[in-house]
């Protein structure tokens, strides 16, 4: 009797750990990145190397920012617009839409970062001042923005700071990104932030390349991070930006190995793809990433290989 | 205070959540960084070499050494992506050795005669070839200017060594072998040595026994930078404190440019001298020197960054007293100290042609108390088709006020003609 309970106890162990196992090659499995085409105008496929990407979730637009010039492209990766090119505005760093279908730009100007509001066609609205910025973050200056459920996020590259703001500028909450990190002697100089993005669940996704990690910050201000040095598949070399899928998978660009590293919601390893090479769905030095509302990733490489699309799958 | 308690939350959280630890964030630290930052073991490029990941080495450094998205000089990054540089627009790296990116910056203007005149990037700096970035070689200097060495193979690793063995050990000597490197020797923060450690030589710059190509490196040269060393030089000046040694694997900044430009000052060149002691006459101009016609000037507040010399000494204790970011140390050479190739050019790239340090192609930097530029009317054709504010940046964001209402070159700073 003890004998038959223990090897039923056995069975189930076994079974459950197949059953583990075999989810974790089927999730493998049923991850499919495709590539559909690049960005492209009229003259064909955008021949530039990397340049600030965003995406208008709700009409699966994509902006593209390159020299000053933002670039609109529609929901077939052809540009349909374009606007900002006579540095009125200063040096155009990002877009993004708001709920309203207005644009806003992020622009650095005179030493200073300033968002500007405008209409759809890009003529300026007026300017959104951050207000009741906390002590210290009196001297912020946004390089990147994220606009998200009504949120403004900022990225402060050279500071090594986020932000949180409401549309009109307030402050909601900050983060010193380099004093959260345990380290020992060095300098704020001595790392970078990717650029990062917002998933659905308002976490914050970044990487810092000479640490070989990706990290995920909580609304709550909950730092988690991931990721191994190394050429092996699931290593990181010099990452890049990060972006959350509708799955809840995170993909992470890798400049040096030149692939898109995916990895589940639970962050294990899940597959590459890209890598460099001349054929379409191949990658150099991708750097960073966008997703529209379809689950299409969007990706800015070097080379002058202008920014690839690929629509990913799980069936 | 809402907000605040909920950013010291976060901070707590976040500790808890990925644990403390000793991280050192330095890549290089000193010495052959982690390999996985430049070889990628398992996925080479197809049809790459050494299982580098980038198209050739100078693509594989700028992965990291350039970023695009950058507002102005951010940590370790000497060139600033193309996607930031439209019209009108200069780099934003304010190394001292310069932004490479200002190769990529081509600029037309009417010369004297009236007629249109384009200025290459390609003449302002060393033409690395870095594909994914955009950089080629040089098409016009098919080899080094004095030399051999051919431009289709200048990279970043023809100048540093990314593997780089050489260390200074605690008699100040620099060898490839010996006591453990332990950290960067580079900064004025640097800490020294002690005994059965070591660290890096300056900058991983190539040392003895280093060779690309025909060319091998006899030693390292001397020199010590302030910590934070990419940044304006609008109100202070980021001063490197070069040095001169010969021996204990040392050897003078020329020497260490005349690896791969031989021809350029070697002896019977009817060229400008270098590794010499300025002299009395020289050294006094330099300290008294301020602007255009003005001689009343100090030793103890001279120095500009946009005429380094190097000082007479091998004693990095020494040197890292000189490297200061904030004016607090200004003093003007003496009689012994050098002039090198650094004095007049900057290593990587600069605003100006042949990678000076001021524009050295028309008598006047300003007029009439402004930079020279196209929306300066006073100019005529002298602003080479930039505005006065990408003159500006090329002198480091300088203001025109630093300077004389008409400032004459900066070859007047030892020599004092004007």
Same mark, same amino acid.
């Given at each position: 009797m003890k004998a038959n309970a223990i090897k039923h106890i056995r069975i189930i162990i076994l079974s459950l750990s197949l059953l583990i196992v075999s989810a974790g090659m089927s999730m493998a499995g049923t991850f499919k990145a495709s590539h559909l085409y690049n960005l492209s105008d009229f003259t064909g496929p955008l021949t530039y190397s990397w340049g600030a990407l965003s995406v208008d979730a709700t009409r699966n637009e994509v902006y593209f920012i390159y020299q000053n010039l933002v670039k609109v492209f529609n929901e077939n990766g052809m540009e349909i617009f374009q606007f900002g090119d006579d540095l009125q505005l200063g040096q155009v760093l990002g877009a993004a839409v708001d709920k309203n279908g207005d644009i806003v730009l992020l622009a650095y100007l005179e030493g200073r970062s300033t968002i500007i509001k405008c209409n759809y066609r890009g003529e300026p609205l007026g300017e959104i001042k951050l207000q009741r910025l906390p002590k210290d973050f009196a001297d912020f200056n946004a390089s990147q923005m994220v606009s998200r459920d009504g949120l403004l996020y900022l990225a402060s590259h050279s500071e090594k700071k986020l932000v949180v703001a409401e549309a009109?500028?307030?402050?909601?909450r900050g983060y010193d990104v380099f004093d959260m990190l345990p380290h020992?002697?060095?300098?704020?100089?001595d790392i970078d932030l990717s650029t990062i993005s917002v998933d659905q669940h308002n976490n914050i996704l970044f990487t810092i390349p000479v640490l070989f990690s990706a990290f995920i910050l909580s609304p709550e201000g909950k730092l988690t991070s991931f990721g191994r040095p190394?050429?092996?598949?699931g290593r990181f070399n010099v990452v890049g930006g990060m972006v959350s899928d509708s799955q809840g998978n995170y993909l992470v660009a890798d400049m040096l190995k030149s692939a898109v590293i995916v990895f589940d919601k639970d962050l294990n390893f899940v597959k590459e793809f890209g890598y460099?090479?001349?054929?379409?769905?191949n990658l150099i030095g991708p750097r960073d990433l966008v997703i529209d509302g379809r689950d299409r990733l969007y990706v800015t490489q070097g080379r002058a290989r202008g920014v690839s699309v690929f629509q990913l799958a799980y069936d | 205070m809402k907000t605040l308690k909920l950013s010291l939350f976060g901070t707590a959280a976040a500790v808890v959540a990925i644990g403390l630890g000793a991280n050192a964030?330095?890549?290089h630290s000193g010495g052959v960084?982690?390999?996985d930052g430049c070889h990628s073991m398992h996925t080479p490029?197809?049809?790459?070499?050494?299982?580098?990941?980038? !198209?050739d080495q100078s693509s594989t450094c700028l992965n990291c050494h350039e970023h695009a998205?950058? /507002? %102005? @000089?951010?940590?370790? $990054?000497i060139s600033t992506a193309e /996607?930031?540089?439209?019209?009108?627009v200069s780099p934003l790296q304010r190394t001292p050795g310069g932004d490479f990116a200002w190769l990529k910056k081509t600029y037309s203007y009417l010369d004297r005669s009236g007629a249109t005149v384009t200025e290459d990037g390609?003449?302002?700096?060393? #033409?690395?070839?870095a594909a994914d970035q955009g950089y080629a070689a040089d098409s016009v200097n098919t080899t080094a200017p004095g030399g051999t060495f051919p431009a289709s193979q200048l990279a970043c690793n023809s100048c540093h060594d990314? $593997?780089?063995?050489n260390r200074r050990g605690v008699d100040g000597n620099i060898s =490839? /072998?010996?006591? @453990?490197?332990? =950290?960067?020797?580079?900064?004025?923060?640097?800490v020294a040595p002690v005994a059965g450690q070591a660290v890096g030589a300056f900058r991983l710059l190539a040392g003895a026994g280093y060779t690309k190509g025909s060319v091998t490196f006899l030693g390292n040269p001397a020199a010590v930078t302030p910590s !934070?060393?990419?940044?304006?030089?609008?109100?202070?000046q980021t001063r490197t404190a070069y040095g001169v040694s010969t021996s204990g694997g040392h050897e003078t900044w020329g020497q260490w440019c005349s690896t791969? $430009?031989?021809?350029?000052? !070697?002896?019977?060149?009817y060229a400008h001298p270098i590794d010499q002691g300025m002299g009395s006459s020289l050294a006094a101009n330099y300290q008294t020197y301020?602007? !255009?016609? #003005?001689?009343? %000037?100090s030793s103890a507040t001279s120095f500009t960054s946009l005429v380094p010399f190097a000082q007479n000494t091998g004693d990095y204790a020494t040197l890292a007293l000189s490297a200061? #970011?904030? #004016?607090s140390v200004l003093t003007g050479p003496g009689s012994t100290d050098q002039v090198m190739c650094l004095s007049c050019h900057r290593a990587h790239a600069s605003g100006f042609a042949e990678m *000076? =340090?001021?524009?050295?192609?028309?008598?006047? *930097?300003?007029?009439n108390g402004a930079?020279?530029?196209?929306?300066?009317?006073?100019s005529g054709n002298a602003h080479? %088709?930039? /505005?006065s504010a990408e003159w500006q940046s090329a002198y480091y964001? =300088? @203001?025109?006020?630093?300077?004389?209402?008409?400032q004459r070159v900066l070859c007047n700073k030892c020599h004092a003609k004007d």
């Open positions: 009109d500028g307030t402050f909601v020992m002697d060095k300098e704020r100089n190394g050429g092996a598949p460099r090479g001349a054929q379409p769905g | 964030y330095a890549f960084a982690e390999c490029a197809a049809g790459g070499s050494f299982l580098l990941q980038g !198209s998205g950058d /507002t %102005g @000089p951010s940590s370790y $990054h /996607t930031q540089l439209g019209a009108g390609q003449v302002h700096g060393h #033409n690395i070839v990314p $593997h780089n063995p =490839r /072998t010996g006591a @453990p490197i332990v =950290r960067s020797g580079s900064y004025n923060n640097s !934070s060393y990419n940044r304006t030089e609008a109100t202070t791969c $430009h031989p021809d350029m000052h !070697s002896t019977g060149n301020v602007a !255009s016609g #003005n001689m009343t %000037g200061q #970011n904030n #004016n *000076l =340090r001021w524009n050295n192609e028309y008598e006047f *930097l300003t007029i930079y020279i530029g196209s929306d300066n009317s006073t080479l %088709g930039r /505005t964001d =300088r @203001p025109a006020t630093t300077f004389a209402t008409y």
